[in-house]
């Protein structure tokens, strides 16, 4: 069973960058689509930034489109997102998450409660940015 571990939230100034890792153990993440999800207290979660198993396609809420970067390194078996231009609206839990059922969950990052196609989760980190 694969585990996830996040790393590389905290607290940073408006217009910083952070990048987010999302470790992996107990399995390859070849074959699972992965997706950055973020929730606010009282918000619902959202997807962020999702990339698919096999040929790299990623998407991206319109709200980070341009500023934040997924991205799969294989061989050391880890996500990152990349986030650059950090708003204080940005400032939430970041979770990330995998499926083996890369195809559907890929396809459900997009809709609203599309976090429900993902069944293995890391713990979260949290990024704060203040203005």
């Known amino acids: 069973q694969v585990q996830l571990v996040e790393s590389g939230g905290g607290s940073v100034q408006a217009g910083a960058s952070l990048r987010l890792s999302c470790a992996a153990s107990?399995?390859?993440?070849?074959?699972?689509?992965i997706g950055w999800f973020r929730q606010a207290p009282g918000k619902e979660r959202e997807g962020v930034s999702c990339?698919?198993?096999?040929?790299?396609?990623?998407f991206y809420a319109d709200s980070v489109k341009g500023r934040f970067t997924i991205s799969r390194d294989n061989a050391k078996n880890t996500v990152y997102l990349e986030m650059n231009s950090l708003k204080p609206e940005d400032t939430s839990v970041y979770y990330c998450?995998?499926?083996?059922?890369?195809?559907?969950?890929?396809?459900?990052?997009?809709?609203?409660?599309?976090?429900?196609?993902?069944?293995?989760w890391g713990q979260g980190t949290l990024v704060t940015v203040s203005s």
């Open positions: 990339i698919s198993s096999s040929d790299g396609r990623s």
């Open positions: 107990g399995a390859t993440l070849d074959y699972y689509a």
């Open positions: 998450a995998a499926d083996r059922r890369a195809s559907r969950a890929f396809a459900a990052c997009q809709l609203r409660g599309g976090h429900r196609y993902f069944d293995i």
